[in-house]
C-alpha cells in the first residue's frame, strides 16, 4: 500500500485531465485489487472451514477459481491495462454475488459484493452502462425473492445454522468490509486527486496573475507618440498640451523612451565651423587616397602573383 500511495505524487505531473484520469483509475483498480485480494483469501478460507460441517460443494470450486483470479490479477496488476482490470473484477465479484444470492438469498455474504462491483462500474463507465447494472441486479434480486418466498427454491443452508455459524458471520462480516473499503478508497482517492488538482489550478492561477502583471507594468511603461505635433516651423520647437513650448529633444525624451547624443551635420559643420570643416574634409581626402593607392598596390601585386 505504501508503494502506491507514493505513486499518488505523479498525478501532479499529469500533462491533460484525461492523463489525470487515466492515472487515477489505474490507482484506483490497483488499490480495489490488493484489499480484494485480501477479503478473498480470508473469506475463502472461513468458507472452508463451514465446509468441514456441511460438505463441500461445486460452490466451492466456483468461489476457489474466482479467490485465484482476483489474486493473479492483484498479482499481476501493474502489468495488464487499466479496462481489463476493471472489467476482470466487476465480472468476478457480479459471479460471486450472483452465486450466493440466488442459493443463499439475503443471507448471503455475497449480496454486498454486487454493490462494491456497482461502485467500480459508476468510475470506469458511463451512467446509463451503471444504470443498466444495478438495474439488472435489483431483476435478479426480486426472482429469487419470488423463487424463494412462493417456495419454489428453498435456500442451500439452514437458516438457523446460517444465522449461529461462526465462519458464515466472519464470510458476512469481510463481505460488509469488502464493500466499505472499496467505497471509502474510491471516495477518498478522488478527494485527495480533487485538491491535488485544486492546488495545481491555483498555482497555475497565481502564476498567470504574476505574468498578466508583468505584461501591464511592461505595457504601462511604454510610450508611443501618435497624433499631430504643433511644431514651430522656425525654430523647430514643440508645444505641448499645457501650451508650452519645448525643444524638440526635450519633448520627445518626456513622451517616449528615446534619448539623444549630439552631434553636428556637415553642412552644420560647414556653415559654424568652416576652418574645421576644411581640415576635416581634406583629412578625409587624404584617407581615401591612402586607401585608394592601398587598393591599387594590393590589385598590381595580385596580377604579378597569377602571372
Not at 465462519?167 to 486527486?193: D, E, G, P, Q
Request: contains cysteine; glycine residues 4%.
Amino acid at each position: 500500500m505504501p508503494l502506491i500511495q507514493g505513486n499518488f505524487s505523479n498525478m501532479e505531473k499529469c500533462q491533460s485531465n484525461y492523463d489525470c484520469d487515466s492515472r487515477l483509475r489505474d490507482l484506483l483498480i490497483n488499490k480495489i485489487l490488493i484489499v480484494s485480494a485480501i477479503a478473498a483469501v480470508t473469506a475463502f478460507a472461513s468458507t472452508q472451514i463451514r465446509a468441514m460441517y456441511i460438505g463441500w460443494t461445486y460452490r466451492d470450486i466456483l468461489n476457489l477459481l474466482i479467490v485465484t483470479s482476483i489474486v493473479i490479477l492483484a498479482i499481476k496488476r501493474k502489468k495488464i491495462k487499466t479496462n481489463h482490470k476493471a472489467l476482470s473484477i466487476i465480472t468476478l465479484f457480479s459471479a460471486g454475488s450472483i452465486t450466493g444470492v440466488y442459493y443463499l438469498g439475503m443471507l448471503g455474504g455475497s449480496v454486498f459484493i454486487f454493490p462494491a462491483a456497482a461502485v467500480i462500474v459508476a468510475v470506469f463507465y458511463s451512467y446509463r452502462t451503471t444504470l443498466i447494472f444495478i438495474v439488472s441486479y435489483l431483476l435478479l434480486c426480486c426472482i429469487v425473492a419470488i423463487r424463494f418466498c412462493s417456495g419454489i427454491t428453498m435456500p442451500a443452508l439452514n437458516a438457523e445454522f446460517l444465522t449461529t455459524s461462526y465462519s458464515h458471520w466472519v464470510v458476512y462480516i469481510i463481505c460488509i468490509a469488502l464493500f466499505f473499503s472499496i467505497m471509502c478508497v474510491t471516495i477518498h482517492n478522488y478527494r485527495k486527486t480533487m485538491r491535488i488538482m485544486i492546488e495545481k489550478i491555483s498555482r497555475q492561477r497565481n502564476e498567470l496573475a504574476e505574468k498578466n502583471q508583468e505584461l501591464m507594468d511592461a505595457s504601462n511603461s511604454i510610450k508611443i507618440l501618435s497624433g499631430l505635433l504643433p511644431i514651430c516651423s522656425s525654430c523647430k520647437k514643440i508645444r505641448d498640451d499645457k501650451g508650452y513650448w519645448n525643444q524638440l529633444e526635450s519633448y520627445i525624451k518626456d513622451h517616449s523612451e528615446a534619448d539623444f547624443s549630439h552631434g553636428i551635420c556637415p553642412e552644420c559643420l560647414k556653415s559654424l565651423y568652416p576652418e574645421q570643416y576644411n581640415i576635416l574634409k581634406n583629412r578625409n581626402k587624404e584617407k581615401a587616397n591612402r586607401e585608394t593607392e592601398s587598393l591599387t598596390y594590393n590589385r598590381k601585386n595580385r596580377q604579378c602573383q597569377e602571372n
